[in-house]
């Protein structure tokens, strides 16, 4: 069975702050690809990064970094210098090939 | 270039009624995907459509059902309705489906009262 956790349901970090959203994920498949999802309050889903289950190479997009560990099952998102208009929901993904499988969501609150 | 389309906005039916969603996809895009997101369950996989056939199915109902034009076009219909399927009705598309990453439209929030 696939899955994806999201134990963090809502964070608040005043303006300038890092923080680290957390997303753990479950599957046999051998192949799959992960994601991230930003969710304004417009509510519309906007991509933000896909990485495939063979790349473990961290990768970093201006104050967005995101780091892949296969050992831990886990594909953590970091914002550096958060700014208010990070704030939004935030959904991890895992896509095999069949359907996409999203985390409950991680409400982000940057404060001013 | 015009990004994915859902109408309507917002719709508010009473319970037993049917009601009926529609996707406009990306230019190109022939895999129309539906999700049903409501509060503390995130995003649930409803089903999805490639070159006008259901490719894969979600677990739910059978009063949840959709098609597909030849335009790439999505329906959603939702028979019977009840208390608990209101929700925000969110559509995507991408050029095949698969591991791509998913254009996603602002949903249509439906209220059943």
């Known amino acids: 069975a696939q899955k994806v956790t999201q134990a963090q349901t809502e964070i608040s970090v005043v303006e300038k702050e890092d923080v680290t959203l957390d997303c753990v994920y479950e599957?046999?498949?051998?192949?799959?690809?992960l994601f991230w999802y930003k969710q304004p309050p417009s509510g519309e889903l906007v991509f933000l990064i896909r990485?495939?289950?063979?790349?473990?190479q961290n990768e970093i997009s201006g104050r967005y970094s995101w780091n892949f560990q296969k050992s831990t099952s886990s594909f953590n998102f970091t914002i550096t210098a958060s700014q208010v208009v990070d704030s939004a929901v935030y959904f991890c993904?895992?896509?095999?090939?069949?359907?996409?499988?999203f985390g409950t969501g991680t409400s982000l609150t940057v404060i001013p | 270039k015009a990004g994915v389309t859902q109408t309507p906005r917002y719709l508010i039916k009473t319970r037993g009624q049917q009601v009926t969603l529609s996707c406009s996809p990306i230019?190109?895009?022939?895999?129309v995907s539906w999700y049903q997101q409501t509060p503390g369950q995130g995003l649930q996989f409803l089903f999805e459509?490639?070159?006008?056939?259901q490719r894969n199915k979600g677990n739910f109902p059978g009063r949840f059902s959709g098609r597909q034009f030849s335009n790439s076009r999505s329906e959603m219909n939702v028979s019977t309705l009840e208390l608990g399927d209101s929700a925000l009705y969110l559509c995507?598309?991408?050029w095949g489906g698969g591991y791509e990453k998913l254009f996603f439209g602002s949903g249509t929030q439906l209220s059943v009262l």
């Open positions: 599957t046999r498949d051998t192949t799959y690809y």
């Open positions: 230019s190109g895009h022939r895999s």
């Open positions: 459509y490639f070159s006008e056939t």
């Open positions: 995507a598309s991408s």
């Open positions: 990485r495939n289950s063979f790349d473990e």
């Open positions: 993904a895992l896509s095999t090939g069949n359907q996409f499988y």
